[in-house]
């Protein structure tokens, strides 16, 4: 093709680009002892950074950071102040991945209306803390190289390998002003990551939650299958939990998890603890608010609920409580009786 004769990638295997055979298992300090890395790319182990363009080196060498030709990075015109509240548990009945929609800026309400949880796949989707765009490009460039890998290898890449594909290609910024914060939550099919073959031309998803299996507590899981949540930073951490939150509403929602979130709970109770979690964060964080996105992840794939306003989760809290202080007054009367 012409962009690999360009970038001189016609006569390397595919291999030697980027190590895939690292991605599927856990054993990648010794894979990564065997990348090839450029004096061209500043020693980074990929190929595909640098063009092999006569004047590459003279441009690179007149604008890296920390040169006298470098130019000062562009100051913004007020400092931003991320703030959001996103989630992710495991339970018997697959995952569970809630996140509220307002953007801001600094004091600013941006947009009370975002996505923060992205479908990568039938069976992954991504919640996003940090900065808006940062966490928007590399939602898709985690798009473009599963996929990628599912053309070249014929089988989708796991949950655990799309984690550590995504903490390789971040960890070069560590130290920029990189903001991405992404938590992974999917379901692996039993033998996914060890060469499973999968219809390239099906990327459909649940709708019908009648097709929903609840896989029994009793039923052993493997680490390579079943449900999994895995928290990738900008810095190159990748962290694997049965619960995760992220964002300056994590606190809240902790509180609410730690104290309702069990194995044994229906499909019912994790959808409403995990609407509770994101509601009791955005009613005491001011950077979270507006609506709740939800979807349920099981071995079907994943199942978008509608959208809920936080608003009307409000009013019923407060019913809630008025019917429980009105049934007390009626008991304390009774008991005077």
């Known amino acids: 093709m012409a962009l690999e004769d360009i970038c001189s990638f016609k006569d390397k295997p595919v291999q030697q680009l980027f190590p895939f055979s690292a991605l599927e298992t856990d054993n990648h300090d010794v894979e990564l002892k065997r990348l090839k890395t450029s004096q061209r790319n500043c020693g980074i182990p990929q190929h595909i950074f640098m063009p092999p363009f006569p004047w590459a080196n003279t441009f690179i060498s007149t604008s890296c950071i920390g ?26 009945g697959g995952v569970i991945a809630a996140a509220d929609t307002r953007a801001s800026a600094g004091g600013l309400v941006a947009c009370p209306a975002v996505h923060k949880i992205t479908p990568i796949h039938s069976h992954l989707v991504v919640t996003s803390s940090g900065s808006g765009a940062d966490c928007m490009l590399w939602e898709r460039i985690l798009i473009r190289e599963i996929r990628l890998y599912e053309l070249r290898h014929k089988r989708r890449l796991s949950i655990r ?13 560590k130290g920029t002003e990189v903001c991405v914060a992404l938590t992974l939550c999917g379901w692996n099919k039993e033998g996914g990551s060890t060469g499973l073959n ?12 009648s097709a929903v299996r609840n896989i029994s507590a009793k039923d052993p899981v493997s680490p390579s299958s079943g449900p999994q949540v895995i928290y990738v930073c900008s810095d190159g951490a990748r962290l694997q939990g049965d619960i995760i939150s992220v964002g300056s509403g994590s606190p809240y929602a ?14 019912e109770e994790a959808i409403s603890l995990a609407r509770e979690a994101v509601f009791r964060a955005t009613h005491r ?11 349920h992840i099981t071995a079907q794939g994943w199942i978008q609920r509608p959208r809920e306003d936080l608003k009307e989760e409000y009013y019923r809290d407060v019913e809630r409580k008025s019917n429980h202080r009105r049934k007390e007054i009626q008991r304390d009367t009774t008991e005077c009786n």
Do not use: C
């Open 254 to 267: 902790y509180g609410i998890l730690d104290g309702g979130l069990s194995w044994s709970l229906s499909k």
């Open 198 to 209: 999968h219809n390239l031309d099906d990327s459909s998803f649940v709708t019908d939650e």
């Open 67 to 92: 040169l006298p030709n470098h130019s000062p990075t562009m100051q913004r015109p007020f400092p931003l102040s991320h703030g959001t509240t996103t989630l992710g548990f495991v339970f018997q």
């Open 285 to 295: 964080d001011a950077y979270s608010g507006n609506n709740v996105d939800l979807f």
């Open 161 to 173: 390998g799309s984690a550590k594909l995504l903490s390789f290609m971040l960890h070069p910024f």
